[in-house]
């Protein structure tokens, strides 16, 4: 007789999906009942495909992947891929494999990443970072499962974090505006609340006042995430608000691309009216009309770091660390001499 999951829930007199339940080491089951499925589990010799490895070594060798927050940067995004692309390598060499949670459906079916790690007995997260991070995003973070955040801090005992020193983004860009005589400087961010955009904000900030330059608050704008319309959408209102800088930069290079259509829509050549500077050294940045000058994130280092620090915390060999990788100043043709 072939023994699959509706036999052994017959032999319990107990339904199909309580069976899953158990198997799956979900808690709303009550003990009597789990034991009870579990002995004849065991008696019939039944070990279901899907957690054979799992029962056996308490391992499923599945990482799960976690797009945070509301609005959130997925595969449509090119520096993500890049950096989930090099961790997807780096895993599979390290004998794991990737399950990608959604959460389209995830307020109106009540579940949370961390019931549904443990359901699929995740050996591990990877977060990546998104807008308005939902709360349960944490809670995941201060379980039990190891989790690694890429542009987002985790602070659970068992998690990790890295990202680019974007405080020294900020910087680099202003440095290199300076030495190529601009004084007058923009910023576009992601959205006012978005982690990362602020952080390369703040270190913008920083570097004007060390030069001694002026902020003006009309050239600083916003716009919803770290995408293209987000960027001309940000510099038509910098446009409408009259008086430009002679230089600006973009929190992503998507952000950028978006910028630099709006300053062609209105005649504003670049760099000759406005120099733009982006960040992310996406594939397209080398395309751009005019080639754009950016800053390189080292998307194939924070992926294959991501992948390494997360397999040492789930094999008790590294503790909750925070790790920042440096940025790099690709100039191309968007950001020439003022002088």
């Known amino acids: 007789m072939k023994i699959n999951i509706k036999t052994i829930a017959n032999l319990a007199g107990v339904s199909v999906s309580t069976v899953s339940k158990i198997i799956n080491n979900y808690s709303d089951v009550g003990e009597e009942t789990k034991q009870k499925v579990l002995k004849i589990m065991k008696e019939t010799g039944y070990i279901p495909s899907y957690t054979a490895k799992t029962l056996a070594t308490n391992k499923s060798n599945l990482v799960g992947v976690v797009f945070a927050g509301h609005i959130n940067i ?197 760099p000759h009216d406005i120099a733009v500077i982006g960040c992310d050294d996406i594939e397209a940045a080398k395309y751009t009309t005019p080639s754009l000058t950016t800053i390189r994130q080292d998307k194939d280092k924070i992926g294959k770091l991501a992948a390494m620090m997360l397999y040492d915390i789930m094999n008790n060999q590294l503790e909750a660390s925070s790790v920042v990788v440096e940025p790099l100043l690709v100039v191309r043709e968007s950001c020439g001499s003022a002088v």
Not at 86 to 115: C, P, R, T, W
């Open 74 to 270: 997925d595969f449509t995004h090119p520096f993500f891929v890049e950096v989930l692309n090099a961790f997807k390598k780096q895993m599979g060499v390290l004998g794991y494999d990737l399950i990608f949670f959604s959460n389209e459906k995830f307020h109106q079916s009540g579940e949370d990443y961390l019931a549904r790690c443990r359901h699929f007995q995740v050996d591990g997260c990877i977060i990546i970072n998104g807008t308005e991070v939902e709360p349960c995003i944490y809670e995941l973070d201060q379980s039990e499962i190891p989790c690694i955040g890429v542009d987002i801090q985790l602070t659970g005992k068992n998690s990790g974090t890295i990202m680019s020193d974007n405080y020294k983004i900020g910087a680099k860009v202003v440095e290199h505006f300076y030495l190529m005589g601009y004084r007058d400087l923009g910023f576009i961010g992601g959205r006012p609340d978005a982690e990362i955009s602020n952080m390369r904000k703040s270190g913008f900030l920083n570097a004007l006042e060390s030069f001694g330059l002026v902020v003006n608050e009309n050239w600083f704008v916003y716009g919803q995430d770290f995408y293209e319309r987000s960027g001309y959408d940000a510099m038509n209102e910098m446009i409408r608000k009259g008086d430009l800088p002679r230089a600006v930069f973009a929190s992503s290079d998507l952000i950028a691309i978006g910028a630099m259509r709006a300053l062609k829509e209105h005649k504003h050549a670049v």
